[in-house]
Nanobody, 123 residues
């Protein structure tokens, strides 16, 4: 079982930036694909993007492509979500997630989840 703890959420103005962090423990970090989902108010949880075990490949949904960047530091067992040019529609609880299978991670099947961190984009 993987324990995931997110941090870095908060209130930001439109056009601003935030960086979320997710610290993992309990399992070898370098065998895990890592990713981020979000749940906007009144919506279902949705996939944001993921990163492979060595940080060489990332995938993003269209609505964040070019604005969000996922990275990882395997020495620190931490994955990051850098969010730039934030929009009010990005307001959501952001969840870190992990899985040994990138396919299953993207569909949310059998993932380990963090507790979530609130991001609010508002002027």
């Amino acid at each position: 079982q993987v324990r995931l703890v997110e941090s870095g959420g908060g209130l930001v103005q439109p056009g601003g930036s935030l960086r979320l962090s997710c610290a993992a423990s309990g399992r070898s970090f370098n065998i895990l694909s890592m990713g981020w989902f979000r749940q906007r108010p009144g919506k279902e949880r949705e996939f944001v993007g993921d990163i492979d075990t060595v940080g060489a490949s990332t995938t993003y949904e269209d609505y964040v492509q070019g604005r969000f960047t996922i990275s990882r530091d395997n020495a620190k067992n931490t994955v990051y979500l850098q969010m730039n040019d934030l929009k009010p529609d990005d307001t959501a609880v952001y969840y870190c997630t992990a899985h040994t299978s990138p396919y299953d991670l993207r569909i949310g099947r059998g993932n380990s989840w963090g507790q979530g961190t609130q991001v609010t984009v508002s002027s």
